[in-house]
């Protein structure tokens, strides 16, 4: 249980430290990463709460200075995909989207671009279920629902040429306080963390 | 290269800050007043297993006058210090008397204590479980303190599984407990085999004196949640003829994130309203 409750600053403290040991902000030299100003990284995702939501994103950084780093992330996400009809209980549609906007540091090594974010936006959720057994009355309930949406989120990209691949990790900190990092305990913190995967697009 | 080496120690501070105001948020813990709080093992006749019962006392605990009335907490090795801390401060808000806050410990597995039907080798126990209250905790909580014997003056909270048994106490056994806090019920189980318990006890339950809460996060949307919630509640105010019936959506939280602020809210309706 140590293990889980740990796991996440963990990982984001050894991978923020891996890249400052491996990347140096300020290379040069023949092998050193490209520096690209605008790039759009389309892809998809789970999360981490059984991988049962799936993501359909895209990222557009833009880095008007080489380590400062804006972006704008969108995502629709179809929650509860593969459970849409469970004990009698019907999901009619159940899905959010999410806008962030976020800025960072871009850290560069000889393969790859790691930028650090801090994100905000807004969350729109909406699902409905339904009573769908015929020993009971058909008994419908509907949410629908706008949240702030603040975390860190961490963007690798690795390939030097125009199209390469890349890879996001959202962690979101709202519903703020966390009340604990174990990774079984926080819905809506932890246990919603977005591993998003896709090939990037070099613009400029 | 100096810039660079500023530019990581910048770095890990901020990092590290960053962390430790993480660390810091998961580390607040409630404790209620140890010198309030009363412990003992009680043994349940039927398996021989052990629960751990925890009794949280009102400050101005007589035990020698007056009777009190009990809330009885499940899952009570998380629940209990938040509980007992809200009712001291909820019960001083409003100028009314505190309760005796018992807190269940574990001694089977909770999934099999708290569901009503065996579907799998660790659920279907909470017949068993109802009875050990009903004859062991019970008489021996009322023996032991100052607790109100009357119906009237018994209160069940639980979350999760724990508000499926609460759910469960309400149809089964109506007779031992005349208040429900019921937060995020598991009505789910078994093919919705709550809204059939509380279908074939209706009637000899319906025109009984109650109160019920009832409470769930706005952002429960594992697609089992919600309706099932929904059509309890919906029953409830349909048939009851003398019911004190609320429920809350907890906004942006979602099963667990919305436990504690779903048992304030709860403990606020029932001393509000008892």
């Known amino acids: ?204 | 290269m100096k810039n660079n080496n500023g530019l990581i120690s910048r770095f890990y501070t901020i990092t590290s800050a960053l962390i430790l105001v993480c660390f810091l948020g998961s580390c607040k813990k409630e404790v209620f007043d140890t010198g309030l709080t009363k412990d003992f093992v009680l043994q349940s006749a039927a398996d021989g297993v052990s629960y751990d019962i925890k009794v949280g006392l009102p400050g101005n605990y007589n035990s020698s006058s007056g009777k009190y009335a009990t809330i009885y907490v499940l899952d009570g090795k998380e629940n209990f210090d938040l509980v007992a801390n809200k009712c001291k401060e909820i019960s001083d808000q409003h100028g009314v008397a505190n309760v005796l806050v018992v807190s269940i410990g574990y001694g089977n597995d909770r999934s099999e204590d708290y569901t009503p039907t065996k579907v799998s080798q660790v659920t279907g126990g909470a017949a068993q479980f109802l009875n050990f209250i009903k004859t062991q905790l019970i008489p021996e909580i009322e023996q032991r303190y100052r607790a109100d014997s009357s119906r009237e003056s018994r209160v069940i909270l639980g979350h999760s599984y724990g508000g499926l048994f609460g759910g469960y106490a309400f149809s089964v056994d109506n007779k031992l407990f005349g208040n429900y806090i019921l937060l995020s019920p598991s009505f789910w189980f078994d093919d919705l085999v709550s809204l059939q318990l509380e279908k074939d006890h209706r009637t000899d339950i319906k025109h009984r004196k109650q109160l019920v809460f009832m409470g769930i996060g706005e952002a429960e949307n594992s697609g089992r949640m919600q309706a099932p919630f929904e059509a309890f509640y919906q029953t409830l105010q349909d048939n009851y003829t003398n019911i004190k019936l609320a429920k809350n959506i907890a906004s942006n939280l979602d099963h667990l994130g919305s436990k504690d602020p779903n048992i304030v809210q709860g403990l606020n309706y029932y001393f509000k309203n008892r």
Not at chain 1, 80 to 102: E, H, L, M, V
Not at chain 1, 160 to 175: A, D, E, N, T
């Open chain 1, 1 to 204: 249980m140590n293990f889980q409750k740990y796991l996440v600053p963990a990982l984001f403290f050894f991978l923020s430290a891996h890249v400052i040991a491996q990347g140096d902000g300020s290379v040069t030299g023949k092998n050193r990463y490209p520096v690209r100003q605008l790039t759009i990284e389309p892809g998809i995702g789970i999360h981490t709460n059984f991988a049962t939501d799936l993501l359909i994103t895209n990222l557009v950084q833009w880095n008007p200075k080489k380590h400062l780093s804006l972006v704008s992330h969108s995502s629709y996400n179809i929650n509860n995909i593969a459970q849409r009809d469970f004990n009698g209980i019907k999901t009619n549609y159940n899905y959010s989207i999410n806008q962030k906007f976020g800025i960072g540091r871009t850290f560069y090594s000889k393969r790859s671009a790691n930028t650090f974010l801090f994100m905000a936006g807004v969350k729109y959720t909406s699902f409905k279920e339904t009573l769908n057994d015929p020993d009971n009355n058909k008994v419908s309930s509907a949410i629908n629902a706008f949240s702030p949406d603040y975390g860190l989120m961490y963007s690798l990209k690795k390939g030097v040429k125009k199209y390469f691949f890349s890879f996001r990790m959202y962690v979101p900190l709202y519903p703020w306080p966390a009340k604990d990092f174990n990774i079984l305990y926080v819905d809506g913190n932890m246990n919603n963390i977005a591993l998003e995967f896709g090939v990037g697009i070099k613009i400029k």
